[in-house]
């Protein structure tokens, strides 16, 4: 064996030995609907440090990840490390997330809109990195609108005689399925993001004012209530009361409906090829209830933060910072449509050719609504539930709608003080 051989197999040996020590191996949580970027996220991760991620799927609706997150941290489980965090559970989570700062370079966090990754960092601490941006908007038919020659809705009410219209020519025309308006009214989270909506851009406010008054008791609110009862059996199926995002999403895309609610993603989803509404979308900030008052979609950018009982702080951190970082927006900006919370890939050509749409809806971010999560903190997930368990029933029900929004106006004085 020659000199050289030999410290060939040395060298080999070395960097071997080096990269078996070095490769560490973490688990992450990801959202059902775009677990298939983070897994190409992690591949990518891998490529460039030889470290794992093990990507974990989140339950399909968010919502029940929750007890599933309380029930790890309670128990300080050193086995997952990386968690997917709605920002309505920001506050709620804050005691077992790591202080992520000067973990993470301080140009990587100020790449960032500043309110988005604000509502990150509570009381001091950066306890988690804004991964997208969300904010309810309206898709519609584009097509249909110019076959009957009717302009973008700009309130509640010509949205839903324009949707009458359409749906009752379409279903003369034969389309028996065609439906006006679909959106999401489960008894669920989601419903609390279309209530908002609904109320907040008619006037009636966000539940509980940013200072703790409870405010939903309003005549703005109930008349916006009323307003989307009418819908359901005229424009909007019954099943809406059974709707999340995804069962929505699936009427709008077999063709059946001609506008619908819903978050940035289905850009994404309804214009991937071979899909039946491919080149006939638009979309546009939701409506207003009436005239002077702001579109008002709800916020609910997505974020990555640390368990506090994580065994490799520095490396989720390290990780937190590449799937946050501008070259994994960017990738899921172009294949999943995820709105971006980096500025800077606002102008970047590559985002702007994939996502015609952020031009058309840029106001609905600056207009957004927050939910009164700031405020509540960890008893937000009950005041959300009364909220959201309270307008199903005033949907689905021959419910006093005023008299509703008083009793539930009592309930929320008392939970909202169990922070
Ligand atoms: C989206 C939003 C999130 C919201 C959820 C409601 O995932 O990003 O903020 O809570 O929808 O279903």
């Given at each position: 064996m020659s000199i050289k051989s030999i410290a060939l197999g040395a060298t080999m040996f070395l960097t071997m030995m080096a990269g078996a020590a070095q490769a560490e191996s973490i688990s992450v949580f990801c959202g059902a609907t775009d677990y298939d970027l983070c897994v190409k996220a992690a591949d990518a991760w891998k490529a460039k440090t030889g470290n794992e991620a093990k990507i974990n799927k989140m339950p399909?609706?968010?919502?029940?990840?929750i007890p599933l997150y309380q029930q790890l941290l309670a128990a300080k489980s050193?086995?997952?490390?990386?968690l997917f965090l709605d920002v309505i559970w920001l506050g709620m989570f804050k005691n077992n997330l790591l202080d992520l700062k000067g973990k993470i370079p301080q140009a990587d966090i100020d790449a960032h809109f500043k309110s988005t990754v604000g509502a990150g960092e509570i009381n001091g601490e950066l306890i988690a990195m804004p991964a997208y941006m969300d904010v309810g908007l309206m898709f519609y038919r584009k097509d249909l609108l110019e076959k009957y020659g009717k302009?973008?809705?700009?309130t509640w009410d010509e949205l839903a005689a324009t949707a009458k219209e359409i749906q009752d020519k379409e279903r003369a025309a034969?389309?028996?399925?065609?439906?006006g308006y679909t959106w999401q009214a489960k008894s669920y989270e989601g419903l609390t993001c279309d209530a908002i909506e609904l109320i907040a851009s008619n006037g009636?406010?966000?539940?509980?004012?940013?200072?703790?008054?409870?405010?939903?008791?309003?005549p703005e609110a109930a008349e916006a209530i009323t307003r989307a009862k009418g819908w359901?059996?005229?424009?909007?199926?019954?099943?809406v009361l059974n709707y999340d995002e995804e069962a929505s999403r699936a009427v709008f895309e077999a063709g059946n409906s001609v506008f619908h609610r819903n978050w940035p993603y289905v850009w994404g989803t309804s214009q991937t090829?071979?899909?039946?509404?491919v080149g006939k979308v638009g979309m546009m900030p939701l409506p207003v209830g009436?005239?002077?008052q702001k579109s008002s979609g709800c916020l609910g950018p997505m974020y990555f933060g640390a368990s506090k009982?994580?065994?490799?702080p520095e490396l989720s951190a390290e990780f937190i910072a590449f799937i946050t970082g501008p070259e994994m927006q960017k990738m899921r900006a172009v294949e999943g449509a995820y709105s971006p919370s980096i500025s800077a890939l606002y102008s970047d050509p590559d985002v702007l050719a994939k996502l015609p749409f952020l031009k058309d809806t840029a106001p609905a971010f600056a207009d957004s609504a927050a939910r009164?999560?700031?405020?509540?903190?960890?008893?937000y997930n009950r005041v959300s539930q009364a909220f959201y368990r309270a307008v199903h029933d005033m949907l689905s029900g021959e419910a006093d709608v005023k008299a509703d929004l008083t009793s539930l106006a009592a309930k929320l004085e008392k939970l909202k003080e169990s922070r």
């Open positions: 399909a609706l968010l919502d029940d990840a050193p086995d997952v490390d990386v302009p973008e809705p700009k034969g389309n028996g399925d065609m439906w009636g406010g966000t539940i509980i004012s940013d200072d703790g008054k409870v405010t939903i008791d309003n359901i059996g005229t424009i909007t199926p019954e099943g090829a071979g899909g039946k509404i009436k005239e002077g009982y994580t065994t490799h009164p999560s700031g405020y509540t903190g960890t008893s």
